[in-house]
């Protein structure tokens, strides 16, 4: 079992900038791909980034490519992302979500999931 809590969630200014984290705990967290997902009031849970256990291999969904970067800290059990040239199209609860498995896309495919935190950008 491996239980997840993000942090760093907030108010922001568009163009502002915003660093989630994701702490692990339970289980060793290197073997663990990490997704981040979000969604926003009314709309279905949206991918946004994933990494490798090695943190050798990330993924971003089009909409974020080049504003946000995600990374981790296995010694640290922890994997973040940074969010830059924030837009209030970003709005959204945030999750961090993790699984033994690499390369999906798909909400439904990670086992483990935090609670979320919640980002807001003001126009």
Avoid: H
């Amino acid at each position: 079992q491996v239980q997840l809590v993000e942090s760093g969630g907030g108010l922001v200014q568009a163009g502002g900038s915003l660093r989630l984290s994701c702490a692990a705990s339970g289980r060793t967290f290197g073997p663990y791909a990490v997704g981040w997902f979000r969604q926003a009031p009314g709309k279905e849970r949206e991918f946004v980034a994933a990494i490798s256990g090695s943190g050798g291999l990330t993924y971003y969904a089009d909409s974020v490519k080049g504003r946000f970067t995600i990374s981790r800290d296995n010694a640290k059990n922890s994997v973040y992302l940074q969010m830059n040239s924030l837009k209030p199209e970003d709005t959204a609860v945030y999750y961090c979500a993790a699984d033994s498995s690499w390369g999906t896309v798909v909400a439904g495919r990670y086992a483990y999931w935090g609670q979320g935190t919640q980002v807001t950008v003001s126009s």
